[in-house]
């Protein structure tokens, strides 16, 4: 299972909005609902962001935002602010009832 | 409050074993899946496998037939039997918890425990 291509970096200014591709194929990405986002800072564990596409859990900004079209999913954060300086990785669901990560987006803000 | 606590992670040489623990509380490990994600050093995150409150199990191709995963419900603890070990497995290996009736979505971790695979 290869995993999913993701921008190497993202970055952006305070305030601003930036978006996070996650590409992959009809068996993972494109096949499911199921892809989630998570947001991991230097040294700590992965935090869930987003899940099933577009679902936020309880706690989490509304700044982040998901969507899907065809093969690839997107992550979106909005008003970009110091704490969001972090890696990003989105997962799916594959057709062998296995799970992959995307390669990971380092966000930077400006 | 629910925790996951991983430990069992070491040196150990190429070729060797090990098992890994991740002794949870706030929830029970039967009752929902629990899976292992690792990261290699400086490196992206990669699942390694899940349980189902079923008992049905998967693997990455990475680890298959040499990772064993399981649990032990009086002890509400997760397992990883590692044997074989490459240099490439590396890794921080972190145990997660699957949202209840959300598919491949894992909304709590542990901290992680450092397996090093080297001569």
């Known amino acids: 299972q290869s995993a999913l291509t993701q921008p190497a970096s993202v970055s952006g200014s305070p305030g601003q909005s930036i978006t996070i591709s996650c590409t992959g194929t009809?068996?993972?990405?494109?096949?499911?609902?199921?892809v989630s986002w998570y947001q991991q800072h230097p040294g700590k564990a992965p935090k869930l962001m987003i899940y099933?596409?577009?679902n936020r859990p309880s706690g989490v900004s509304n700044r982040f935002s998901g969507s899907k079209s065809g093969n690839t999913a997107s992550l979106t954060i909005s008003g970009l602010q110091a704490e969001d300086e972090a890696d990003y990785y989105c997962?799916?669901?594959?057709?062998?009832?296995?799970?992959?990560f995307g390669t990971g987006t380092k966000v930077t803000v400006l | 409050e629910v925790q996951l606590v991983e430990s069992g992670g070491g040196l150990i040489q190429p070729g060797g074993s090990l098992r890994l623990s991740c002794a949870a509380s706030?929830?029970?490990?039967?009752?929902?899946?629990v899976s292992w994600v690792r990261q290699a050093p400086g490196k992206g995150l990669e699942w390694v496998s899940v349980?189902?409150?079923?008992?049905?199990?998967y693997y990455a191709d990475s680890v298959k037939g040499r990772f064993t995963i399981s649990r032990d419900n009086s002890k509400n603890t997760l397992y990883l039997q590692m044997n074989s070990l490459r240099a490439e497995d590396t890794a921080v290996y972190y145990c997660?918890?699957?949202?209840?009736?959300?598919?491949?979505?894992?909304?709590?971790w542990g901290q992680g425990t450092l397996v090093t695979v080297s001569s």
């Open positions: 997660a918890r699957g949202k209840s009736d959300i598919v491949a979505t894992l909304d709590y």
């Open positions: 706030g929830f029970t490990v039967s009752g929902n899946y």
């Open positions: 349980i189902y409150s079923g008992g049905s199990t």
């Open positions: 009809s068996s993972d990405v494109g096949g499911y609902k199921y």
């Open positions: 099933d596409v577009s």
């Open positions: 997962s799916s669901y594959t057709s062998s009832s296995s799970y992959v």
